[in-house]
């Protein structure tokens, strides 16, 4: 299985069906085959707080949810886990892609990727860094399951160096 | 229309239907008019009301009612164009439209100053929509909405008049309390 496999089969297995996200280049290759596979509901955001607020209210009512953004969007919704995942511990998954690391062209996605992973810290959140597919499987099975015992959200961070990332 | 007599009117068709409450007045008006397991409080997270009782609506085959606030709204305009995309049925957010922020000292929303939440609604391919005034309407339209396909989106025009003591403040009891409601 590659990276895109080992998500999905990973969500399935946690019976994770409902996706909100907002579209990302870098991992399209996995949010495009959840879109195709009759298996998920994959709903579009406007904006990543919006997403984080369904996969909410589907966990609300028993449907395991789960994110996908990128980490710029991520600044976009912290108070939306801070003043509703976090408090209500809700285990919602976030599935990042990660800008600002090797490799990226682009000085404005560096302030937000590089204080993506010390706000998750300073929130008290679960993070992972994925660079590649070694024991990725087990890296996200275990980060679903730790996120759903916790009843909290966790961070799963992708890297250019794990999906190949944006060209300039 | 006073906020707290809409929403009692709302739990009278609601019968087992989820409640989505907006923070602030509206969850403390809800809890006050009837609390219930199916009642969804947020006590922060302003502005996604409607995108939590979104993600219900597409996870339950049953009618989800969203309590949502105009100032709310505003500050997350992309849910409606959300909804809209979705075309949930079984949706139906109501607008407690007070054209104010009322609860950071009254100033005047976008609602004062000429912006229409269901011409918005409309434009985002909402097909019904209503706008209402009184008990009386917003009475017949719930008739409708709690009995036809939607979404729906129904601004209820409120008057601001005071404020009920604060509801227990309790996210993770009444996250557990819902969820219990579909899960156990």
């Known amino acids: 299985m590659d990276w895109t496999e080992i998500i999905i089969d990973s969500l399935k297995q946690s019976d994770t069906s409902l996706i909100a996200y907002v579209p990302d280049i870098s991992i399209d290759r996995v949010t495009s085959k959840i879109d195709e596979d009759p298996y998920f509901h994959l709903v579009s955001a406007t904006r990543e707080e919006e997403a984080i607020g369904i996969a909410v209210g589907a966990y609300a ?6 994110v996908f953004m990128q980490s710029s969007g991520f600044g976009n919704s912290i108070n939306a886990i801070a003043s509703l995942c976090i408090p209500a511990r809700t285990p ?33 959140l679960v993070h992972f860094t994925l660079d590649d597919e070694y024991n990725m499987d087990k890296i996200v099975n275990g980060a679903i399951k730790l996120c759903h015992a916790n009843r909290q959200p966790v961070a799963i961070c992708m890297t250019q160096l794990l999906h190949g990332g944006k060209l300039a | 229309m006073l906020r707290f007599d809409a929403t009692k009117l709302v739990l009278t068709h609601a019968s087992n239907s989820p409640i989505v409450g907006n923070l602030g007045p509206t969850t403390d008006e809800l809890w006050h ?10 006590y922060g997270n302003m502005g996604l009301c409607s995108s939590i009782a979104l993600g219900m609506a597409v996870s339950t085959d049953e009618k989800v009612i969203s309590l949502d606030g105009d100032g709310s709204l505003l500050m997350n305009l992309g849910a409606i164009a959300t909804i809209g995309r979705e075309q ?21 929303s976008h609602t004062a100053k000429g912006t229409d939440l269901e011409q918005v609604a409309q434009s985002c391919s909402i097909r019904n929509t209503a706008t209402v005034r009184d008990i009386e309407s917003l009475d017949e339209v719930m ?7 939607g979404p729906w989106f129904i601004v209820a025009k409120i008057e601001e008049q005071g404020y009920m003591p604060v509801s227990p403040i309790e996210p993770e009891m009444t996250l557990y309390r819902f969820r219990n409601s579909f899960v156990s």
């Open chain 1, 92 to 124: 919602i998954p976030i599935f990042m892609n990660m800008r600002g690391g090797p490799g990226e062209f682009n000085i404005a996605q560096v302030p937000m990727g590089r204080a993506t992973r010390p706000i998750l810290d300073d929130l008290g």
């Open chain 1, 61 to 66: 009512t028993g449907r395991n949810s789960a």
């Open chain 2, 143 to 149: 008739q409708k909405a709690m009995n036809e396909d």
């Open chain 2, 88 to 108: 949930p049925r079984n949706l139906v957010v109501i607008v407690w439209d007070n054209e104010q922020w009322g609860q950071t000292g009254h100033q005047d």
């Open chain 2, 33 to 42: 008019a009837g609390h219930r397991d199916r009642n969804f409080y947020t």
